[in-house]
RNA sequence: GGAGGUGUGCCCGAGUGGCUAAAGGGGGCGGGCUGUAAACCCGCUGGCUAUGCCUACGAUGGUUCGAAUCCAUCCGCCUCCA
């Protein structure tokens, strides 16, 4: 990845690859003498609208090419989303209306612009050079590859072997993503390294076009906060950008130890002699795990909250969950919300399921009968379904760990 | 055009006529423990103001006292041969 003569310092520390050998640094040299930023790809399909902490793998590393002077072109593939890509279905792809892919594009690149740096970054849809693509381009295009190349992805090739639909259209996809890197004439593609392959094939068609051909950095895909899958958004392991700074801080307490060195590299958005420092201080002993963990998650959270959120978020972590505390920043109803019915009594699962979030009212007797829901800490009796109103004035109603809802006094 | 396979609860998956709200696992939730919303252990896990009632095994219609299980038709998904 580093070249003898031209060192890239931090920019491909946290890369799994960067291909060619030494092209990366060959671009980065000629954009220096020539003092012409380098455009840096990154393409998504916006088939879900939310982004999380995995698809800020990829965003912060362009982020770093901004921040040394690069272009930023960051494609809505709102037209392969109509394809989906292979390499995200392993089962079922869900297919995507024209008006979700409209609206998942426009929160995306909102989210995404909390970490990008809005001033260099060029945001174009794929719609704009595919949409109007003629039979004879595209026949132009497809012509550039073989089955049997297509074939050589794996998990195409697994997918095969396992008596697994492949259809023709998800065949196009590496192509028409390809395409993508001659229609912007991309320097650099960043993607995750399930995007490899893709990544590849815009490398190999560019030249064909009359276009250097590109070189491609892949980023390690972030575990979810399981610390065994891929983070994503159905196996709800994921942190999402506009989570709130509790939330994001529990979460990230709740991945296992193992998990955090890859964490600090990918998801905590610390610089690199920042991150390797509390790695190395993490495995010699000299920073304690609970510690380590705690860094981390100030880390995400200020990331996208700042770092007084950051700190803010610990500490009510600390109120929750160390000392079991009723933290300040609850939700609170006023007395008269507390809703009553023709006996003047309080029905207890009604007003879980009302307030508190639960699910149903089966579930809420579920929750009474294992003793999770407390008054100011104490325990319901498994048996209670009603109470008097007046024994919810002024009081703090719980219901497992983290469920909170103060109600004010009677008035 | 021909042959075959398959469709079960959030997911995977057992179940070939009653004991099935449906084994087992995963996930989730709750409790305990803990530096942790980790690991581990235990419990719960369709809905309904509820000692009962309703809905549920791709869909519809049948057979039967009784069907996820049998029959018919249809729909979806997959593979192979041509």
Redesign the pocket.
């Known amino acids: 990845m580093t070249d003898d003569l031209i060192p890239i310092p931090t920019l491909a520390a946290n890369a799994a690859d960067a291909l060619p050998a030494g092209g990366l640094a060959a671009q980065l040299a000629t954009a220096e003498r020539e003092g012409r930023p380098l455009r840096i790809k990154l393409g998504v399909d916006p088939t879900s609208a939310d982004i999380h902490l995995g698809h800020c793998v990829v965003l912060g590393k362009l982020r770093e090419f901004q921040d040394a002077g690069h272009t930023a072109v960051f494609i809505i593939g709102d037209y392969t989303a109509r394809v989906g890509d292979p390499s995200q279905r392993s089962?079922a792809r869900p297919s995507v209306s024209a008006e979700e892919i409209d609206a998942n594009a426009k929160t995306y690149v909102e989210q995404a612009m909390r970490i990008l740096d809005p001033e260099r970054t060029e945001v174009r849809f794929n719609g704009e050079w595919l949409g109007s693509m003629k039979m004879d381009d595209l026949f132009g295009l497809v012509s550039r590859s073989t089955i049997a190349r297509l074939l050589e992805r794996d998990d195409f090739a697994k997918r095969?072997a396992a008596?697994?639909?492949?259809?023709m259209l998800e065949l196009l996809y590496p192509l028409l993503q390809g395409y993508d890197s001659v229609a912007i004439d991309a320097d650099v593609e960043i993607g995750g390294t399930d995007q490899l392959y893709n990544l590849l094939m815009g490398r190999d068609i560019m030249p064909s076009y009359g276009k250097p051909a590109q070189t491609v950095m892949t980023m390690p895909i972030l575990v979810g906060?399981?610390?065994t899958d891929k983070m994503s958004k159905s196996?709800?392991?994921y942190i999402g950008v506009t989570d709130e700074p509790?939330?994001m801080?529990?979460?990230t307490?709740?991945?296992?130890?193992e998990a955090m060195p890859e964490w600090f590299r990918l998801a905590s958005g610390l610089g690199h002699a920042e991150r390797e420092a509390a790695i190395t201080k993490l495995t010699n002993g000299e920073l304690?795990?609970?510690e380590?963990?705690r860094l981390l998650g100030r880390s995400v959270v200020a990331r996208f909250h700042g770092a007084e959120a950051g700190v803010a978020a610990e500490q009510h972590?600390n109120t929750?969950?160390?000392s079991k505390e009723v933290p300040d920043d609850i939700p609170e109803i006023a007395f008269g919300e507390v809703?009553v019915?023709?006996d003047g009594?309080v029905?207890l699962?009604?007003m879980l399921?009302e307030h508190m979030g639960v699910?149903?009212?089966?579930?809420?007797?579920?929750?009474l009968?294992?003793?999770?829901v407390?008054i100011d800490g104490e325990a319901l009796d498994p048996a209670t379904?009603?109470l008097d109103p007046a024994q919810l004035s002024g009081v703090v109603l719980q219901?497992?760990?983290?469920?909170f809802l103060r109600i004010a006094a009677d008035a």
């Open positions: 089962k095969y008596n697994e639909a492949i259809t906060t399981d610390g196996l709800g392991n509790a939330d801080f529990g979460k307490m709740s991945i296992p130890d304690a795990p609970n380590a963990k972590f929750v969950f160390k809703p019915n023709e009594r029905f699962p009604g399921v699910a149903s009212g089966s579930e809420a007797r579920r929750l009968q294992q003793g999770s407390r379904l009603e219901v497992g760990k983290r469920r």
